[in-house]
């Protein structure tokens, strides 16, 4: 089947759906310049960790973080009024992180007439020429109607606050019920109700993480939200990343999972469950990856979550990424019995969104390569973070699901052409291919850069990669090589950059990042010689 092509951006995993035969060919988007990262500078303290960590953020101590909140409440006062709030608001640092650049992001939580608003919490972003921006959980003006001498008295234990996350601000309680969950996990409940009514307005479950047994990762946790007797796919610690069922259609988002005990799937494919249990996991896992890695909140940078759909179609042998509605669809792979949410999978799909959301890489020709490529690089780099026994780390893509039908990979890293179309070099006519063997050649830089070439054997996978110019190339090591190729991609790369531009990106980012004398710059630049990129 052909997707319409629109403004939005679709990105399949594989360039042809064998079993069925089903093929996903991706609309392409043509993308303003890219989203411009913070390259980092050394001089302080923090400076080689934060250039280590590879992300825009310096990496501040426990003593300088602590110091920079006390130094943000000093000011929160000008800042409020700054920032235009009301005469009975106020702010609380709650934390401070600071660019390179000098930029500083500080996270306030904000009150009323002393009481906390709940759902107000807001970011002032303050560059070094003084200039800034707010970013508010809720636009609402705090402004509770009900007077406080008309409240009704507290529950037992509750605090007074104010409840703004939803609807017109007004005055209420917060409850915090302790217990045990019916399978044994802590209890936090958080009740709130209408100070003046009494009746609840919101509820949640502060510990709410469900298990469910995937086909691929064996028994896992994923997050869960309940709401009454039930449970749904919500992973409401990662931005509320939800799991939908499309039961067999392909428009719209389907029914989101319930379940009645928190327990989901059973590791076969003809529960329906068992698929939604390896998307939900995907997700969780890429989400941490982000966050752990590179300090990103989110695919996106914003804390939002992505959301996913399975059991697209029938029988259809592909996974792919909308633009448009942000979000993640698998189909049930060959007969229904193989769905294309495996760990790897997942993190591929979920990766392009980040390519959205920073370079947005235009999906055709080298720099399509370049976009696959980089979702193939993220979803590797996810496996091996997960540390999973039933899924052990390797540079193989999508080794789990058998789309072929023969138990290979999808992809090779080590040498892309073992699939039989990808390039483990680059030439003048690499751009021509199909963008997913196009990839080749960055999927073969990541994997020197991180490895090195020739034999070896990794979580007891062997490979052994070659390079067109014979040479040797010594690896630095999969988490430089992912930082290398992140900070490029969020910083130096664009919607048009070519192999060659690829080359230039990755080399300033190891300047940023590890200087430009030291074996990093040297093996990037060995290893972009090795896939024939100079």
């Given amino acids: 089947m052909t997707l319409p092509t629109s403004s939005s951006h679709t990105s399949s995993i594989s360039s042809t759906s064998r079993g069925r ?14 989203m411009v990262a913070i390259p980092l500078q050394s001089g302080s303290a923090s400076a080689s960790a934060d250039r280590e960590a590879g992300a825009t953020a310096l990496a501040l101590t426990a003593g300088a973080r602590a110091e920079a909140i006390n130094a943000a409440q000093t000011t929160a006062a000008d800042t409020a009024r700054a920032i235009g709030l009301a005469d009975e608001e106020r702010l609380v640092a709650r934390d401070v992180v600071k660019d390179a650049d000098g930029t500083v992001h500080t996270r306030y939580e904000r009150t009323y007439a002393g009481l906390p608003v709940l759902g107000g919490d807001l970011v002032v972003h303050q560059k070094k020429d003084g200039s800034r921006k707010t970013t508010k959980g809720v636009e609402a003006r705090i402004a509770p109607v009900a007077a406080r001498a008309s409240l009704k008295a507290a529950p037992a234990g509750a605090r007074q606050v104010v409840w703004a996350a939803t609807g017109t601000p007004v005055f209420a309680y917060e409850a915090v019920v302790t217990g045990t969950q019916h399978d044994g996990t802590p209890s936090e409940r958080h009740v709130i109700t209408d100070a003046a ?6 509820s949640y479950e502060a510990i709410d993480t469900g298990t469910g047994t995937s086909q691929y990762s064996g028994s896992v946790t994923i997050g869960t939200t309940s709401s009454g007797s039930a449970y749904s796919l919500t992973d409401g610690g990662r931005g509320g990343h939800k799991t939908y069922d499309l ?29 939604a249990v390896d998307a939900q996991y995907g997700a969780a896992v890429t989400w941490d990856f982000y966050k752990s890695e590179f300090g990103r909140n989110g695919i996106a940078g914003d804390g939002k979550a992505a959301y996913s759909r399975v059991h697209y179609g029938n029988a259809y042998v592909n996974a792919f990424w909308s633009d448009s509605c942000f979000c993640m669809t698998y189909g049930d792979g060959t007969a229904n019995q193989k769905p294309l949410t495996s760990l790897d999978v997942a993190g591929h799909e979920m990766s392009h969104g980040l390519t959205a959301s920073t370079a947005k890489l235009n999906y055709s020709r080298e720099s399509g390569g370049l976009n696959e490529a980089t979702s193939d690089i993220f979803g ?40 039989g179309a990808s390039a483990d070099y680059w030439s003048k006519t690499v751009g021509q291919l199909d963008v ?53 991609l969020s910083t130096y790369m664009t919607s048009t950059t070519t192999y060659a531009g690829a080359r230039t990106a990755t080399l300033q980012a190891t300047a940023d990042l590890y200087g430009s004398t ?11 010689k090795a896939v024939n990129v100079n």
Avoid: C
């Fill in 21 to 34: 035969g089903r093929a996903l060919r991706a609309a392409i988007v043509v993308a303003s310049a890219a």
């Fill in 197 to 202: 009514t009494g009746a609840e307005l919101y």
């Fill in 247 to 275: 039961n067999g259609g392909t428009t719209g988002t389907g029914s989101l999972f319930t379940d009645a005990d928190d327990k989901w799937g059973n590791g076969l494919p003809s529960n329906r469950q068992t698929a």
């Fill in 380 to 419: 590797t780099s996810v496996e091996f973070f997960a540390n999973s026994s039933a899924d052990v780390g390797d540079y193989l893509i999508g080794e789990k699901i058998d789309i072929r039908g023969d138990g290979t990979p999808l992809r090779y890293m080590d040498k892309p052409s073992k699939d």
């Fill in 436 to 488: 997913h063997n196009s990839s080749g050649v960055a999927n073969h830089f990541f994997y020197l850069l991180s490895e090195g070439s020739g034999a070896k054997t990794v979580n007891g996978v062997s490979y052994n990669s070659p390079t067109y110019n014979g040479s040797k190339v010594t690896g630095i090591g999969r988490t430089k090589a992912y930082k290398i190729w992140y900070k490029a």
């Fill in 518 to 528: 030291g074996t990093e710059y040297q093996q990037v630049a060995a290893a972009w």
